[in-house]
């Protein structure tokens, strides 16, 4: 029986299964520093690595070319993707326990869809905005847009698909398609108008793609990743209790409007900085918190840094077949996380047929 | 003591409740009852806190309820919902160690999980902490929710005023864990647990309540002992069928069955 040694003998939020998750994570990212068109060694990118960390005091010299690769291409796309798989799967699994269903996906339920509304509109107008055209607003611009795009989805979807304390599947479910619908048609037009150049970024941008990561990006992406990384956690008690219904989670003593309002912002910002960088990413937001509740259980107490930990893992690795597959072509990662997202989550319906109302 | 003052409510132009007053005394068992649509539920979810009224304030030892800070409201008041649902596995242990959250600094202590196998055993489901939630039967599920509260109270050595609301606590339960229900309340009741229920049954209510209210679209239009309860004549029209009380033998509580018309 799966309890029957872990109560009272082990804290669940003891991180002891967080250790082989830390491990394999080093180790693919050393692996996607090693992997693409231009042939490295380890050595070679060990030492390139201390060379940047110590400012240049590392012994030993490194090319210049070598050095721009690894350090300027690939290491900032290894940690974009981390961050992206980290924010999506977190997401994924605090909205879950908001929505008090297992298969409320950012994706699925349109935060997604909203940021990308959000930030294909301010790609579209980009330009004709007063005071978006130059700087930091201007890099600031889609993010902020794809944020407010999110976070206003959340909050409607949480709105519509509560029915008197209790949050409809088919509704949450409905008001995701009709939210998507919406995204497809705005992204539709726009794509219409749009000349052959602006078209295939678009497209690239719809199907989820790491190939334009690099360090600004990335450091722009930090704190609203960070940030939501690191209070998230904090509510992770209030989540177990907002499992059992909202009522009950304000009768075993949480301040429920605070928690619900600090959960949809956080992820929506994660949500919304992820599209407007890298596109649409679906399904791991599903299926991370998943694996993560069949190997661990339920407990956000592991859940929310087991998830932050495999999501950044999975998406890591669909980042590396992605960019090898097919190289020295890209396939867009969305393609790859959908690939193997979708089908999985055929598999949770089918088990779950019995429960749902759809 | 928890003191609801002239409580009312209007939901969608509708008044669900009117000028309801009434006092919950820790030791005590008070039953509420009524007709479908009286206001019953929506009563014990204003005097727990859940819900604010439209006018009207509840009290506890004096003090507006809402004033109270959320965690320190947890630690003194539960409350079972008809129905509560869970979609995650959880073992059963660890839904009724979630009861422990208000008293929980960190994670838990020795001293949680003592109260919660505790809970446990007083609803019969010792032997079951390891199962996963989701698995159990209806019933199963309700009664690892009772035990869920009872953990929440359990603070023994500490006599301060605690209150439970139990909504319809017998719902899909049998006959014995019905009676598991109302042994259990009586004996929070006897340690100073203010014990408030909804239940449909008039029979049980007299047989587990101190006290009694009938509930009329929204108003309280009787209170008192079961035996007075029992024996008004208002209740065949509150609740618009003819009654016609009984002796049971060996038993001092009245026993209402319905008369042939």
């Known amino acids: ?358 | 003591m928890l003191s609801g003052k002239q409580i009312s409510l209007t939901l969608g132009g509708r008044d669900i409740l009117r000028e309801a007053s009434l006092d919950l005394e820790p030791g005590r068992i008070t039953a509420i009852l009524g007709p479908n649509g009286a206001g019953k539920t929506s009563l014990l979810r204003i005097l727990s806190g859940e819900w604010h009224p439209t006018r009207g304030q509840v009290l506890i030892e004096d003090e507006p309820l809402h004033s109270i800070p959320i965690r320190r409201l947890g630690q003194v008041r539960a409350y079972l919902h008809q129905e509560s649902s869970l979609d995650f596995a959880f073992s059963v242990l660890e839904v009724v160690l979630l009861g422990r959250s208000p008293h929980m600094r960190g994670g838990e202590r020795p001293d949680d999980y003592t109260a919660a196998r505790r809970a446990l055993l007083q609803v019969d489901l010792q032997d079951r902490e390891g199962d996963s939630y989701t698995a159990l039967s209806g019933g199963e599920k309700q009664r690892v929710h009772l035990a869920r509260v009872l953990a929440q109270l359990d603070s023994p050595g500490h006599q301060e005023p605690r209150y439970l609301f139990l909504d319809e606590p017998t719902n899909n339960l049998d006959l014995s864990h019905q009676r598991t229900v109302f042994r259990v309340a009586r004996s929070l009741a006897r340690e100073r647990v203010a014990v408030c229920l909804v239940i449909h049954d008039l029979n049980q209510a007299f047989q587990v309540a101190d006290e009694v209210l009938v509930l009329e679209e929204g108003r309280i239009a009787l209170r008192g002992s079961p035996l007075a309860i029992a024996s008004s004549p208002e209740c065949e029209r509150i609740f618009g069928v003819p009654l016609m009380r009984v002796e049971v033998p060996g038993s001092s509580c009245p026993y209402l069955v319905l008369r042939d018309q």
Not at chain 1, 170 to 182: H, M, P
């Open chain 1, 1 to 358: 029986m799966r309890g029957k040694q872990r109560p009272g003998t082990e804290r669940p939020g003891g991180f002891r299964e967080l250790g082989p998750l830390l491990g394999a994570l080093l180790f693919l990212a050393l692996l996607g520093l090693n992997l693409g068109p231009m042939e490295t060694r380890l050595g070679e990118v060990l030492q390139i690595i201390g060379h940047r960390l110590t400012f240049g005091h590392w012994p030993g010299a490194v090319d210049a070319a070598h050095l721009a690769i690894i350090w300027d291409i690939r290491m900032p796309r290894i940690l974009v993707a981390m961050a992206v798989g980290a924010a999506l799967a977190t997401a994924g699994a605090c909205l879950q326990g908001l929505f008090r269903n297992p298969l409320a996906d950012p994706g699925l339920i349109g935060v997604s869809s909203g940021g990308a509304i959000g930030s294909i509109l301010a790609i579209a107008t980009l330009g004709w905005l007063p005071g978006s055209g130059t700087g930091l607003l201007a890099v600031l611009h889609v993010p902020f847009w794809a944020m407010a795009g999110a976070m206003l989805t959340t909050f409607t979807v949480y709105r519509i698909a509560r029915i008197a304390g209790k949050t409809h599947i088919s509704t949450l479910l409905l008001a995701g398609i009709a939210v998507n619908a919406l995204a497809g048609s705005i992204v539709g037009a726009v794509l219409y108008l749009s000349d052959n150049d602006a078209l295939r970024r678009f497209t690239f941008w719809t199907l989820g793609s790491l190939h334009t990561a690099g360090w600004q990006s990335f450091f722009i992406m930090l704190p609203f990743i960070g940030i939501p990384l690191l209070i998230l956690p904090r509510f992770r008690t209030a989540l177990n209790a907002f499992l059992l219904g909202e009522a009950e989670a304000y009768h075993l003593g949480f301040n429920t409007q605070l928690t619900k309002r600090v959960v949809v912002v956080l992820c929506a910002l994660m949500v919304g900085v992820t599209v407007a960088f890298c596109g649409l990413i679906g399904f791991v937001g599903l299926v991370v918190p998943h694996l993560v509740r069949l190997l661990w259980g339920p407990d956000f107490r592991r859940l929310i840094p087991a998830s932050a930990l495999l999501g950044a893992l999975l998406v890591l690795a669909a980042d590396l077949l992605a960019r090898t597959i097919n190289a020295p072509a890209e396939v867009p990662i969305g393609v790859v996380t959908s690939l193997v997202g979708a089908p999985f989550f055929l598999y949770l319906i089918h088990r779950r047929k019995r429960q749902l109302s759809v």
